[in-house]
Structure formats: structure tokens, C-alpha cells
T-cell receptor, first 115, second 117 residues
Framework: AQSVTQLDSQVPVFEEAPVELRCNYS??????LFWYVQYPNQGLQLLLK??????LVKGINGFEAEFNKSQTSFHLRKPSVHISDTAEYFC?????????????FGGGTRLMVKP | GAVVSQHPSRVICKSGTSVKIECRSL??????MFWYRQFPKQSLMLMAT?????????EQGVEKDKFLINHASLTLSTLTVTSAHPEDSSFYIC?????????????FGSGTRLTVV
């Protein structure tokens, strides 16, 4: 089975500051990794995903994440956040050996951008 | 891009009644549909997985007779909460996957907030 740990439940940060949201996973098989964003009372929107290739993945809205296999991490970063980035962020994995499997989500990190 | 339309976005129902939530894939074929439940300030918990034309597979602890899932076509899946009770109040989200899009092809609906009074 897979598990995903998001180490910070809340991350307060000032506008235009850099931010890193941490994600670690555990799995007995190789996985695909995802970051999603959720705005209040809405579904999830894909920010970025790692399937293979370069371990540095660039996504939408200026976000990027780096896959580190040895540390089983997939931390999300943005060099300069905006007020509009305030939302809930979820890290998720799915098994590589059966890509039709469901996503396993972390507990989420609430990013709060302050003016 | 791929879009999943989920309705209704909000519903209030009386205890003991049933509520149906619909998810439609608008521009792709949803070979697999996932239904999640999300409590306030918590993560998404998978309730069940359904493949078109097959019976849904429920996660442990999810009552299949209470949460009826139908996936009769490649573009429509429904979740019916039967004999709803206040503890069923939650945010329900569907996610559709088109297997032809390769790994990672998950698209989420916008969610349904169910309040049982």
C-alpha cells in the first residue's frame, strides 16, 4: 500500500515570499506523483505531475516540484507567491504498475498568503 | 481540456430521504470513476471505484447499500446517498479517468456539498 505525508498542515507566508510545501511518500512499488490545488468549495485542479524523465517538474501558476527518489519526497515550490495562491494543496501518488489505480492523497497543506 | 461536470453543487435534504449526485465527463470517456468524501479541513477519502458497466468496488467501511454507485455509460456516473442522516453531511467529489490518456489522466468534478437536516 502507498501512503503520503504532508508534513505541514498550514503554511503562512507573506505575499511575494518563496514557499515550499513538503510531501513524502511511502510505497513498495514505483509511483507517479501529483500535486493538486483546491479552492474553497471546489474540486481539485492539477498543478503538476511526475511520471518519468527529469526530476524537476514545472506546473501551472509558477509552481514546480522536484522528485527525489532517495528521500521519497516530492516537495512543491514557488519562488514568489500571490494572495490568489491561498488554497489547500494536496500531494498524491498512484502505483506505476497499474496506472488505473486510485490516487492516494496526503492530508493536505493549507497555504495562507498574507499581504 | 478534459472536464467533469458534477451536479448539484449544493444540496440540503431531510433526514431519511435520498439524494443523487451526478458526474458527467463532457469531452472524454470516463472508463473509471472514483468517488471521494471530504470532511472539513481534511483530505479526500476514497469511497469507491467504478468501471463502466461493472459493479463498483467499495473501500473498507463504506456501506454499499447506503452509497449506491451507478456507472452505466462512459460519460455518466451517479452516487445516490440513501436514507441520508446528518452524519452523511459532507463534501463529495468525483474523479474520472480516461485510460486512453495514459497515466495520470484524472479529472475532478467541482464537488457537491451535502447537508442533511
Amino acid at each position: 500500500a502507498q501512503s503520503v505525508t504532508q508534513l505541514d498542515s498550514q503554511v503562512p507566508v507573506f505575499e511575494e515570499a518563496p514557499v515550499e510545501l513538503r510531501c513524502n511518500y511511502s510505497s513498495s512499488v514505483s509511483v507517479y506523483l501529483f500535486w493538486y490545488v483546491q479552492y474553497p468549495n471546489q474540486g481539485l485542479q492539477l498543478l503538476l505531475k511526475y511520471l518519468s524523465g527529469s526530476t524537476l517538474v514545472k506546473g501551472i501558476n509558477g509552481f514546480e516540484a522536484e522528485f527525489n527518489k532517495s528521500q521519497t519526497s516530492f516537495h512543491l515550490r514557488k519562488p514568489s507567491v500571490h494572495i490568489s495562491d491561498t488554497a489547500e494543496y494536496f500531494c498524491a501518488v498512484t502505483r506505476l504498475d497499474n496506472a488505473g489505480n486510485m490516487l492516494t492523497f496526503g492530508g493536505g497543506t493549507r497555504l495562507m498568503v498574507k499581504p | 481540456g478534459a472536464v467533469v461536470s458534477q451536479h448539484p453543487s449544493r444540496v440540503i435534504c431531510k433526514s431519511g430521504t435520498s439524494v443523487k449526485i451526478e458526474c458527467r465527463s463532457l469531452d472524454f470517456q470516463a472508463t473509471t470513476m472514483f468517488w471521494y468524501r471530504q470532511f472539513p479541513k481534511q483530505s479526500l477519502m476514497l469511497m469507491a471505484t467504478s468501471n463502466e458497466g461493472s459493479k463498483a468496488t467499495y473501500e473498507q467501511g463504506v456501506e454499499k447499500d447506503k452509497f449506491l454507485i451507478n456507472h452505466a455509460s462512459l460519460t455518466l456516473s451517479t452516487l445516490t446517498v440513501t436514507s441520508a442522516h446528518p452524519e452523511d453531511s459532507s463534501f463529495y467529489i468525483c474523479s474520472a479517468r480516461d485510460s486512453s490518456r495514459g497515466p495520470g489522466g484524472y479529472t475532478f468534478g467541482s464537488g457537491t456539498r451535502l447537508t442533511v437536516v
